[in-house]
């Protein structure tokens, strides 16, 4: 009986030998992974010593560069970018009526500075312009000479796109304030009207000679009254306001009149304003002007014919006053 439980006991403690070497062989060989793959870093717990007594790195990950900023100084503001100068304008009238009694008339111009360098003596620092053109048309120059005597066109020159109307206001003389290069780039003064040459200058007209012509056909313009010049015609109200009176006369070609006014500083426009200003014909005036151009052959019928009865009437009524 004891001889059996000496076996049992023995074959117990074989078994828990064989259990623990089976264990042992199981378990990872901790020196064949030197040189392999790394074997895996376990964060130790917080607080926690480490097992060997050596330090601990624990993986961070990588981040992208910060690109440094300088803090925002107190009190600093961002300086504001200074406002541009400019005028604002108006006309008293935007549209003018040719009637037929049409004796002319005039229309002011009115304005103000806006955002000005020194608003307080702003009438000492800008000088304004005002400029108003009429329909471009085509226009003939001819030159007379003398010939056996008389005195005949021998040449003649035909320019385009003619303002038909042109008249100029300033605070004071141009070549006081404003550049010739700013001026001649605007348009501005009758020496700088454009006025290009379509026929006549293949006869062998010279450049001084188409000067001429030039200059020939703006003084026929102003003896008309058509081309006019106010050196002192804008005047300014208070510090920054001003106007400007522009006269049409009787004869000036019924169309759009452009107006266009400048803000010069330094001799050079910071500003610029444009409008436009209708003239249109009513009345018997505009259907007569209907009738003549639509229908040219019986306008000029009827023409005849008026006057052949005007005649006859004013004939008729001399005669009761002989009698």
Excluded: C
């Amino acid at each position: 009986m004891q001889r059996g439980s000496s076996n049992r006991i023995f074959r117990q403690a074989a078994g828990l030998v064989a259990l623990v070497a089976a264990l042992i062989m199981a378990a990872p060989d901790l020196s064949a992974q030197v040189g392999g793959a790394a074997p895996a870093v376990v964060p130790p717990t917080a607080g926690a010593p480490p097992a060997d007594g050596n330090p601990v790195v624990t993986p961070r990950a990588v981040l992208p560069p910060r690109v440094a900023q300088s803090p925002p100084t107190a009190g600093a503001a961002t300086p504001a970018e200074p406002l541009r100068e400019a005028v604002e304008a108006d006309v008293s009238t935007r549209s003018v009526s040719v009637t037929s009694s049409f004796t002319g008339t005039e229309i002011v111009v009115f304005g103000s500075i806006v955002n000005a360098v020194r608003p307080e003596a702003a009438q000492s620092t800008y000088d304004i312009v005002v400029v108003v053109e009429g329909t471009p048309q085509s226009l003939v120059a001819r030159r007379k000479s003398r010939v056996a005597g008389i005195w005949i066109n021998t040449q003649s020159l035909t320019f385009e796109s003619v303002p038909s109307y042109y008249a100029i206001a300033s605070t004071r003389p141009l070549d006081e304030f404003a550049d010739p290069i700013v001026l001649r780039d605007n348009d501005i003064g009758f020496e700088r009207v454009r006025m290009t040459p379509v026929r006549g200058w293949e006869t062998g007209i010279t450049t001084a000679d188409l000067q001429l012509f030039k200059a020939a056909a703006i003084r026929l313009k102003q003896k008309d009254g058509l081309y006019t010049r106010s050196e002192f015609g804008v005047t300014f109200v208070g510090t920054h306001l001003f106007r400007a009176t522009i006269d049409l006369p009787a004869n000036v070609p019924v169309g759009p009149l452009k107006t266009r006014i400048y803000l010069v500083r330094e001799g050079q426009v910071v500003g610029t304003f444009n409008t436009e200003v209708t003239m249109s014909r009513e009345g018997l005036e505009r259907h007569l002007h209907t009738f003549a151009f639509d229908y040219p052959l019986f306008y000029g019928i009827f023409t005849v014919l008026t006057a052949i009865f005007a005649g006859l009437v004013a004939s008729t009524l001399f005669k009761r006053a002989q009698h």
